[in-house]
């Protein structure tokens, strides 16, 4: 599943050969690796990842909203290996109506807030967050910032006829 | 959380409701901040006390959420470079060259020594500065007045300088995708050599103020201790991590702007409380005044900017007697440059830990998507680690011994 110039890197490599289906692709640009990975295996990529490939940070998570395309949505991982001084990309795809993954917190705690954010500006939902709520926006905001659809000015209530 | 940490959750959740412990005693609830002077920013912070002892820290923030991430869609490449400055004013250079870097890599631009050296040299700076904010701020909250008078006697002349580089004090925007803004003013060696040859002399100066004094020894050592296991796992970088005792500096281990080119230690502590982030911080502001006076003798010769006439603005001189150049310049000014799609991520060690943007291009002359990896968002989470089961008064000294910017949290 890997394009050829992948397959010489060690990560990589032993991604694919602990778990071939895991892995749904992957490119090597600008020296970044970015791994595919299909969404229902992320918890257990990461994990395999952390334990036996020694990447210990979570150093980001975030996500790309793709609109108008399908799927719509690329959460990413940006994780770090102190000890491989090696940095890695997976990302999952979602589709843009009720996008879901595995939440990765049970892997590193620090995933916390940026799956907490993740969910506040592109309301993507991490099933097993111990506290699923809004980071930045108020509690009971409308709709999701960061998402391509989502207006970058205007007013949300007209106060002329109140 | 991790599991013991759940169950101590739900046991403080369960007693909180009874209201009442045992021996008469009852749970506090307690709201620190937002706007507490120990915070040093918008920070709310839920604790809930059993006496002294503080049983759960519920750090609330978003209060500074500004949408930059939101805003530099809809910014030119270039144009976003100034929104990175007022996420964190103490460390702007560090978070310009953090935002520089992965788009000059997409680029590919080629940057001349001199643009190179010019950054590392005020991201040194800049590095002194916060450390120096940090350290005035901290041992105000610790009670110790007069050190911040002495932390700002010296941010004043760091404040001068910046300002001759750039025009500006706080919101430099001096490193740009290409190079660095303006030439180096007139005379700006005698100024840096002057605060350099001065500087070393004043850290020694914090250090007897400090390292003898009872009150600060007292308040510091031992204090707010969390294991490098548990930090690394909460995502946590930069002094923290080397005051655990692991020396992971990215200056080093993944070196931009021709760090490698630069002699200097990676100071480290193993006892990871906040005496050690102090020793750490102290040292750090040593090494960088070392690297400052490596920039300083063997600054290169050559231009500033990057040979890119599409991505870099012409010369006045050349714009004016250039067909091409006009062209360009018309080009850049209205359109802004396109960078090729792709993505490109690139950290940089910032006075608090590793910042970098994951840049995301779509061919145009917008950023499709930049996301800031900030370390005071990543630091803040150990908030909670630091916190309980410690003494309120210690949670002061904790709290300053993070080192966060809240709009570098809130962005």
Redesign the interface.
């Known amino acids: 599943m890997l394009p050829d110039n992948l397959k010489d890197l060690t990560v990589p490599a032993a991604l694919e050969a602990w778990d071939a289906e895991a892995l749904a692709g992957g490119s090597h ?2 020296g ?1 690796t ?1 791994l595919w990975v299909r969404p229902e295996k992320i918890v257990a990529v990461c994990r395999h990842l952390k334990e036996q490939l020694q990447f ?5 998570l ?1 996500c ?2 793709r609109h108008p395309m399908e799927p719509r949505f690329e959460v ?1 991982y ?1 994780l ?1 290996s ?1 000890e491989r ?1 090696e ?1 890695l ?1 997976l990302k999952v795809a979602l589709p843009g109506e009720n996008p879901v993954v595995d939440s990765v917190v049970c892997v ?7 799956e907490r954010e993740t969910f506040d ?1 592109f309301g993507i939902h991490f099933t097993g967050h ?1 506290n699923l709520k ?5 509690e009971g905001w409308d709709g999701h ?2 998402r391509k659809d ?1 207006p ?1 000015h205007g007013h949300k209530y007209s106060y002329q006829n109140e | 959380m991790s599991e013991n940490g759940e169950t101590a959750f739900t046991a403080v959740l369960e007693t909180t409701q009874e209201e009442k412990l045992p021996g008469g005693r009852r749970r506090m609830t307690l709201n620190m901040g937002p706007q507490h002077p120990s915070t040093h920013g918008v920070l709310r912070i839920l604790l809930e006390l059993d006496g002294e002892i503080i049983q759960k820290a519920e750090p609330d923030i978003g209060f500074l959420h500004t949408g930059i991430e939101k805003q530099a869609e809809a910014l030119g490449w270039q144009q976003v470079v100034t929104l990175t400055d007022r996420m964190d004013y103490l460390s702007n250079l560090a978070n310009n060259l953090a935002y520089v870097l992965p788009v000059e890599k997409l680029l590919g631009l080629e940057i001349p020594p001199k643009a190179q050296w010019l950054r590392v040299m005020l991201n040194e700076l800049s590095r002194i500065n916060s450390h120096v904010v940090w350290l005035g701020t901290h041992c105000l909250d610790l009670g110790a007045m007069s050190m911040f008078f002495y932390c700002f006697r010296e941010r004043e002349d760091i404040l001068r300088i910046l300002e001759m580089f750039s025009g500006q004090r706080l919101m430099t925007s001096y490193i740009r995708v290409g190079g660095v803004a303006l030439e180096p003013p007139r005379g700006w060696e005698k100024v840096m050599a002057k605060f350099i040859r001065e500087f070393p002399a004043k850290v020694d100066e914090y250090e007897s103020l400090l390292n003898t004094n009872p009150i600060f020894v007292e308040r510091t050592k031992g204090v707010g201790h969390v294991g490098l296991e548990k930090l690394l796992d909460l995502g946590v970088s930069g002094p923290m991590i080397r005051a655990a005792g692991l020396p992971w500096d990215i200056r080093k281990s993944e070196p931009y702007s021709s760090y490698e080119k630069f002699d200097f230690d990676i100071p480290c502590y193993p006892e990871s409380d906040v005496y050690a982030r102090y020793r750490v911080r102290m040292e750090e502001m040593r090494q960088s005044a070392r690297i400052i006076e490596q920039c300083m003798a063997g600054m290169p010769e050559g231009d500033w900017k990057a040979d890119a006439s599409k991505v870099v603005l012409p010369d006045r001189e050349k714009m004016k007697t250039q067909m091409e150049a006009l062209i360009y310049h018309f080009k850049i000014v209205t359109e802004g440059f396109r960078v090729p799609a792709g993505e490109a991520y690139v950290p940089v060690e910032s006075p608090r830990g590793e910042i970098g943007f994951h840049v995301v291009s779509d061919g145009t002359s917008k950023p499709y998507r930049v996301f800031m990896r900030t370390p005071s968002f990543g630091n803040l989470q150990c908030l909670s680690d630091l916190f309980v089961g410690r003494l309120i008064s210690d949670s002061i000294a904790g709290l300053g011994s993070m080192d966060f910017v809240l709009g570098d949290v809130d962005r």
């Open positions: 640009e600008f970044e970015t210990v940070r979570l150093s980001g975030s790309i909203d990413f940006l770090h102190i001084n940095r990309r590193w705690v620090g995933a916390d807030w940026y500006l111990p809004r980071l930045m926006m108020p910032p960061l989502f970058i």
